[in-house]
C-alpha cells in the first residue's frame, strides 16, 4: 500500500450512499434543466424535450439550473459567527453550516492545513509538502494562510439550484455552481460543450462523495485564487483537500487496486490539478506519480470506458511531459497507452500533442551526454520534427460547440509552443555546452538546428503581441511559451511583455503556477547569474508549468 504516494476516499457511510446511475447515460451541459437533475441523458428537443413529454414531466427548458447567476466578482463569503444551535428553514438563502459533516469538531484551521496533510501523506511519502524556501527575496510555502480562521465559522451564501439537491450541502452546492459556470471553463485549454470537466466530472462526482469533495477543493482553491476576500475559500479548499486525501487512504487499505473505481482515479487526477491551481512546487509531482500507479495497477488504459481514458491519458501525457522540462522525471509506459490515441482535440493538448511529446525528448538529451553520435542524430531528430510539425499532421475530431475562432487561437497556442520548443532545445544544448562531463556536444551544435534563438524568441513574441490574451481559456496554456522565452530573452521590452503576459494569464485565469513563474523569472532577472534549470534546483522547486 505505502508504494501509492496518494491518501484515498470513500467512507463506509459514503459509500453506503452512494448512488447509482444507469449505464450509458450522459449527461450534457446542454441539456434541459430536467434531465439534468434527474442525471438522465436528453434528446434536447425544443422547446421541450421528448424525454420529459413521454414520461409526463414537465421540461423546465434549457437555461441555468441557478435560480441567480453567479456574480464572481461578488463577496459570496462571509466570515461571522454563526449563532450556535440555530436552526434555519430550508428556503433561507443564507445557510451556515460547518463544511466537515463528517465530524462533530471544527475543520482544522488552515495554518494547520500543511502538518494535517503531511500527517495523510506520511506513510506513502517522505515529502508531504513543499518547504519554506528563501532566494532572491521570494518565499515560497505550502500553507495556504498563516491565519488562523475556522472553516466552523464560516457562512456562505449562494443561490440555490431550482429543485433540490438533497445529498449536497449548500457549500458544496456553492461549490459546484461555481465549478460549472466558472471553473470548468477556464481550468481547461479548450472550452466547448463536451468539456470533460463537465460532462465527465459532474455527473460522477453526484454518485461519488468523495469526487464530489475533489471537486470542490480544485473549485475552493480556484476561486481563492480569483477573489479578493479569499480566506474563507483557502479554509473551505484545504478542508476538502484534506477530506479528499482522507478517504483515498482508507480506500486504497479497503480494496484491491485492480477493482480501485474510476471515482477514486478521478479523485486522484483532481488533486493534481488541485496543487498546479494552488502553484504547488512539489506536492503535485507526489499526486501525478500516484495517479500513474493507480492506472497501472488497474490494468492501464483498457480497463476504463473511452470517455475516462481520454481524459486521465490526455491530463497525464500534459503534465507529466510539460514536468520533464523542470523536473528529471522518466514516463513509465502504461499499459494500452500505446493503442490510445487521442481521437477529438483534447481539453488539455489541443494541437501541442506532438510538441510537447518532443519537448520531453528535450529534457531527456543530457542522457546521451556520453555518446556523441546519439546525441547528434536525436538532434537532427528533433529538429526535423519541429520543422515539419504542421497542426493539421493528425485529424482530430473537432468537439461539439467550438467556433472557429477557438480553433484559432488553439493554433496560435500551437505555434507558440513550437517557437519555445526551439528557445528549450537551444537553452537544454548551452546548458549541456558549460558542463565539463558533457565531453561530446559538438562546438558547431547550433548549426545542427533549422531555426536560431533569437529567431525563435522574436516569432513567439510577436504572436503574443498579436493576440489579446484574454479570458480565453486557449490562452492559459501560454505559461510554459512564456517562461521559456523570459528565461532566455535580455532586452528590457521583451522582459517586461512576457510578465505582462503572465500576469494577464494569472488575473484572467487564476493559476497559481503562473505566480511560481513570475518569481523564479524575477529571481533570475535580478541578480542570479546562472542558467534557469540551476536556479530551480537551487531552490528545490519541481516547477511544473502545465
Given at each position: 500500500?505505502?508504494?501509492f ?13 452512494k ?61 461571522t ?55 532572491g527575496g ?24 431550482r ?6 450541502s ?36 453526484f ?15 480556484h ?25 483515498l ?48 495497477s ?58 510537447i ?25 528533433i ?99 512564456l ?20 500576469t ?31 536556479v ?11
Amino acid at each position: 500500500m505505502n508504494q501509492f504516494a496518494v491518501s484515498t476516499p470513500l467512507s463506509v457511510s459514503e459509500a453506503g450512499n452512494k448512488r447509482s446511475r444507469r449505464a450509458g447515460a450522459k449527461w450534457t451541459r446542454s441539456g434541459c434543466l430536467t434531465c439534468k437533475k434527474r442525471r438522465k441523458r436528453c434528446d434536447e428537443a425544443k422547446p421541450s424535450c421528448r424525454n420529459c413529454v413521454r414520461l409526463g414531466f414537465t421540461c423546465e427548458g434549457y437555461g441555468s439550473m441557478w435560480a441567480e447567476p453567479l456574480d464572481p466578482s461578488a463577496q459570496v463569503f462571509q466570515s461571522t459567527m454563526a449563532p450556535k444551535r440555530r436552526r434555519l428553514s430550508a428556503s433561507s438563502l443564507s445557510v451556515c453550516s460547518p463544511i466537515s459533516q463528517e465530524s462533530p469538531r471544527s475543520a482544522p484551521s488552515v495554518s494547520r492545513a500543511s502538518s494535517c496533510v503531511s500527517s495523510a501523506l506520511n506513510s506513502g511519502s517522505s515529502e508531504a509538502h513543499s518547504p519554506v524556501t528563501r532566494i532572491g527575496g521570494f518565499n515560497e510555502t505550502e500553507d495556504a494562510t498563516s491565519d488562523p480562521v475556522h472553516v466552523k465559522d464560516l457562512c456562505v451564501a449562494s443561490p440555490k439550484p431550482r429543485g433540490h439537491i438533497s445529498h449536497l450541502s449548500t457549500l458544496e452546492t456553492h461549490y459546484l455552481q461555481y465549478h460549472m459556470e466558472q471553473g470548468s471553463k477556464l481550468l481547461a485549454n479548450l472550452e466547448s460543450d463536451e468539456n470533460p470537466l463537465r460532462s465527465l466530472i459532474i455527473p460522477r462526482a453526484f454518485s461519488s462523495p468523495l469526487l464530489m469533495k475533489a471537486l470542490c477543493a480544485v473549485s475552493a482553491v480556484h476561486l481563492a485564487n480569483r477573489s479578493q476576500n479569499s480566506l474563507d475559500a483557502q479554509a473551505a479548499a484545504a478542508n476538502y483537500y484534506i477530506r479528499t486525501m482522507t478517504g483515498l487512504r482508507s480506500a486504497l487499505t479497503q480494496l484491491p487496486h485492480k477493482t480501485f473505481p474510476d471515482e477514486s482515479i478521478l479523485a486522484v487526477a483532481l488533486l493534481c490539478k488541485y496543487e498546479i491551481v494552488r502553484g504547488s512546487v512539489n506536492q503535485w509531482a507526489v499526486h501525478l506519480d500516484a495517479l500513474e500507479k493507480l492506472v497501472i495497477s488497474r490494468g492501464g488504459f483498457a480497463s476504463f470506458d473511452k470517455e475516462t481514458a481520454e481524459f486521465i491519458w490526455g491530463l497525464f501525457l500534459y503534465a507529466h511531459s510539460v514536468a520533464k522540462i523542470t523536473n528529471r522525471r522518466q514516463l513509465t509506459p502504461i499499459p494500452g497507452a500505446e493503442n490510445l490515441s487521442l481521437t477529438k482535440l483534447d481539453s488539455y493538448i489541443g494541437y501541442t500533442e506532438e510538441i510537447i511529446k518532443i519537448c520531453a525528448r528535450i529534457a531527456d538529451l543530457p542522457l546521451l551526454g556520453h555518446d556523441p553520435i546519439a546525441l547528434g542524430l536525436e538532434i537532427h531528430t528533433i529538429d526535423m520534427s519541429l520543422r515539419d510539425w504542421t497542426h493539421t499532421a493528425t485529424h482530430y475530431t473537432v468537439p461539439r460547440g467550438t467556433t472557429e475562432a477557438t480553433l484559432l487561437r488553439l493554433r496560435m497556442v500551437a505555434e507558440c509552443f513550437r517557437d519555445a520548443a526551439y528557445i528549450y532545445l537551444h537553452s537544454s544544448l548551452n546548458r549541456m555546452s558549460q558542463d565539463l562531463a558533457t565531453q561530446c556536444l559538438p562546438s558547431s551544435w547550433p548549426d545542427l538546428i533549422t531555426i536560431s534563438k533569437y529567431e525563435a524568441l522574436e516569432r513567439c513574441l510577436e504572436r503574443i503581441k498579436s493576440f489579446p490574451l484574454d479570458q480565453h481559456c486557449e490562452y492559459s496554456a501560454l505559461t510554459f511559451p512564456l517562461f521559456i522565452t523570459g528565461c532566455e530573452s535580455q532586452e528590457p521590452e521583451a522582459r517586461n511583455l512576457v510578465i505582462e503576459s503572465l500576469t494577464k494569464l494569472e488575473v484572467n485565469f487564476g493559476i497559481g503556477n503562473v505566480k511560481r513563474a513570475k518569481e523564479l523569472l524575477k529571481i533570475l532577472w535580478h541578480g542570479a547569474q546562472m542558467h534557469w534549470l540551476d536556479v530551480l534546483e537551487r531552490l528545490k522547486w519541481g516547477l511544473i508549468l502545465a
